[in-house]
């Protein structure tokens, strides 16, 4: 299993626009229009990644807790599809079905959101304010598979609470760390 870090692009960068198909609806979404009133979450994940099956579970949790609070969740899956099939639109959207997942799951078919993130691995995971200003960007905790630690979604949380209380999230930022974004040749 590959272990690669996301890229920590600097704090208040500007998130890029982008107008994706949601295989879970079927419709394109544009970032303008899915942003949440008090802030944006984007994960990077695929379906076949080990990482991102060890904490999709509290992905879904955590939209459920923040989604109340005005905070809204969009995952991207940009790993090509010819090469590895299972992240292909009509097993996302199986995936997404089965996980109940409270939030858009958009296919990026070019990469180029991917690239204009500097996204990197799965799950890679960004928190924008209501502005889409860069706050956090990141690991959702320390946990991996196989090495025991609970996956909890703590460094997440933690961002998300100071966020949304409006303070300074004084604590590290760590990178995420998951199989690396499957580039087309």
Known sequence: MARTP????????????????????????????????????????????????????????????????????????????????????????????????????LYDETQEVAKAYDAACTPDCYLFDDELKLVYRGQLDDSRPGNGMPVTGVDMRNALDCLLAEKENTKPQKPSIGCNIKWKM
């Open 6 to 105: 996301s890229n920590m692009i600097p704090l208040n960068s500007m998130a890029s626009n982008f107008n994706l198909l949601d295989t879970i609806s079927g419709e394109f979404k544009d970032l303008n229009n899915l942003k949440g009133p008090k802030g944006t979450v984007l994960f990077f994940i695929c379906n076949h990644c080990p990482f991102v099956i060890h904490v999709n579970d509290e992905l879904v949790k955590l939209a459920n807790d923040y989604l109340v609070k005005g905070i809204q969740f969009v995952a991207i899956s940009s790993n090509d599809v010819e090469n590895y099939p299972q992240d292909s639109p009509e097993l996302m959207k199986m995936q997404g079905d089965i996980l109940k997942y409270p939030f858009p799951y």
